[in-house]
């Protein structure tokens, strides 16, 4: 791959202008704009000159799910249904405008939000507006599903009581829906990381139920260059991954040297969500009564820390999923009686006390703050008292612990500027600041968005950028208002994106 040599560049929070050359996949040299490159390059650069724009380390999602992404953006979207009566009516729409799919497959919805309806989603509710159609719908944390009659045949299920499938009901009918031929999926995925590399995105660890090995180790052997991912891996699939040897960051595949595809950690699900009323916590939901009242916890912690401990011995890192504050208590009990290094993802409620056991730890925060505003409104009605414990980013920066911002994708966007718009803001759709007192300044927020690397492009560095038509650490000074700020912040511009020196992104 030949030279670049970016000129005319300005870095993030700077006025003055530099020239960045790229040899070998990585940063070579920063310098004042027009001066002579101190280093010997491989080859002849070629220029381009970015005009004064703003040249950032390439940005991560922290928390994907990159196959169910792809496939969401081509499914119907019922994410803004304020009720199940609104979502049937957004199916109905849907089958109004388009024949309904052929061959008995089912047409697919994502995105609802039941725990604040008004009414209750039912099969019937879909039946009405769908007869034999089939139709499931996926809610917005993928924790439960909502099907039509049909859609339930679909599934497998002969008879349910209500048609919403919730944690252990809909995972194991979940593979009907959230699987597709591996070439359909490779096609949708590329087609996602295209979409993501015009937003800035250079790298994404994905957390996809699936046997990820074989899956990336296919799409490495057939070229893959999109952008760089961390595969994660499964317990059920743990055993491959310590078998070939993998460590954290290993490569997952041939071509010999090609490292934008390395092993990622192993990702354990300890409780549910929120809106399932599934979190794990210490206090009962409001109005929830019954063994369930204080959500479920999904695996013990008499199995978590052996199968921790095993992955950490390995060289693998861990990925534990805790929302409620109880859950994430254990994910730390599990973290420091295994000795294992890693993150807790979600981190969505939290006690003071263990505030301070993340950064005693180093275990990362591994959030996704847009999910504060998904979620606002049902955590003052279901969490009560203790909607100022949820989503403390600021409380968690200032004890010193490591944020890594993401998206959950499918659950929030690919797109990493909404995540530190709503990091920063707390706010969006024009709506008041939801806790203001949490929120964290644009370059905390941008730092937990490039994977751990220093705003000022470090020589030596991968060659893995993202160039922005405004500086994103300027735009608190140009919006007092938050919601403007929100605004400015997810309209970011990205006018290029390199991954390793190479363009995937390139609209200057």
């Known amino acids: ?37 101190p280093v010997p390059v491989s080859t002849l650069p070629e220029q381009v000159d970015v005009d004064g724009r703003m040249v950032v380390p390439g940005l991560w999602d922290a928390h994907t799910h990159l196959t169910q992404w792809a496939m969401v953006r081509q499914r119907l979207d ?12 957004l199916v109905r729409d ?48 993928l924790h439960s599903a909502w099907a039509s009659t049909a859609g339930l045949r679909f599934l497998g299920i002969a008879e349910h009581p209500t048609g919403l499938l919730r944690e252990e009901e809909w995972m194991p009918a979940s593979p009907r829906i959230v699987t597709v031929d591996d070439a359909v999926s490779d096609a949708l995925v590329a087609d996602a990381a295209r979409a993501a590399a015009a937003r800035g995105v250079v790298g994404v660890v994905d957390l996809e139920v699936a046997d990820n090995l074989t899956a990336w180790r296919r799409r490495v052997a057939g070229g893959w260059d999109g952008l760089r991912v961390r595969a994660g891996v499964w317990e059920q699939h743990l055993d491959a991954v310590l078998d070939a040897g993998l460590r954290h960051g290993d490569p997952l595949g041939d071509p010999a040297g090609s490292d934008l595809v390395t092993q990622g950690p192993l990702k354990v699900i300890s ?57 994430n208590s254990l994910a730390l009990d599990a973290f420091e009686a295994s000795g294992a290094r890693g993150s807790v993802e979600h981190a969505q ?46 409380e968690l920066r200032a004890a010193g612990v490591t944020l890594a911002l993401g998206s959950d ?7 990493p500027w909404v995540a530190i718009a709503s990091a920063v803001t707390r706010s969006r759709d024009g709506r008041a600041p939801w ?48 919601a403007d700020l929100a605004d400015a912040l997810r309209g970011t511009a990205v006018a290029g994106t390199l991954v390793a020196g190479r363009w995937t992104h390139h609209a200057l």
Do not use: K
């Not at 970016?6 to 940063?27: P, Q, S, V």
């Not at 024949?99 to 099969?123: C, E, H, N, Q």
């Not at 994708?409 to 797109?415: F, G, M, S």
């Open 349 to 394: 409620l939290l006690r003071p006390d263990d505030v301070a056991r993340f950064a005693a730890l180093g275990v990362t925060a591994s959030v996704q703050p847009e999910h504060a505003m998904d979620d606002r409104d049902v955590t003052e009605r279901l969490w009560p008292g203790r909607d100022d414990r949820a989503f403390p980013l600021a």
């Open 271 to 327: 409780d549910g969500s929120l809106n399932t009323l599934t979190a794990y916590c210490f206090e009962e939901y409001a109005g929830v009564a019954g063994p369930d009242a204080h959500g479920i916890l999904n695996i013990a912690t008499d199995h978590l820390v052996p199968l921790m401990t095993r992955a950490h011995a390995a060289g693998l890192r861990c990925a534990i999923h805790a929302i409620g504050d109880r859950a």
């Open 78 to 89: 019922v994410s803004a249904a304020t009720s199940a009566a609104h979502a049937a009516a």
């Open 435 to 482: 806790h203001p007192e949490q929120r964290i300044d644009v370059r905390s927020a941008l730092e937990a968005s490039v994977d751990g690397r220093p705003l000022d492009l470090a020589v030596g560095g991968p060659a893995d950028l993202a160039v922005l038509d405004a500086d994103p650490l300027a735009l608190p000074a140009a919006h007092d208002d938050p």
């Open 1 to 37: 791959m030949p030279a670049l040599l970016l000129t005319n560049a300005r870095l993030a929070g700077r006025t003055d202008r530099c020239d960045i050359l790229l040899d070998g996949g990585r940063i070579a040299a920063v310098t004042p704009a027009g001066a002579s490159a």
């Open 409 to 415: 994708a499918p659950v929030a966007p690919l797109d």
């Open 94 to 141: 849907r089958l109004d405008l388009a024949a309904p799919p052929t061959g008995g497959t089912p047409l697919v919805g994502y995105g609802f939000r039941w725990a604040t309806w008004p009414d209750t989603p039912t099969a019937a509710v879909l039946d009405a507006v769908a007869g034999d159609v089939p139709v499931v719908l996926l809610s917005g944390d």
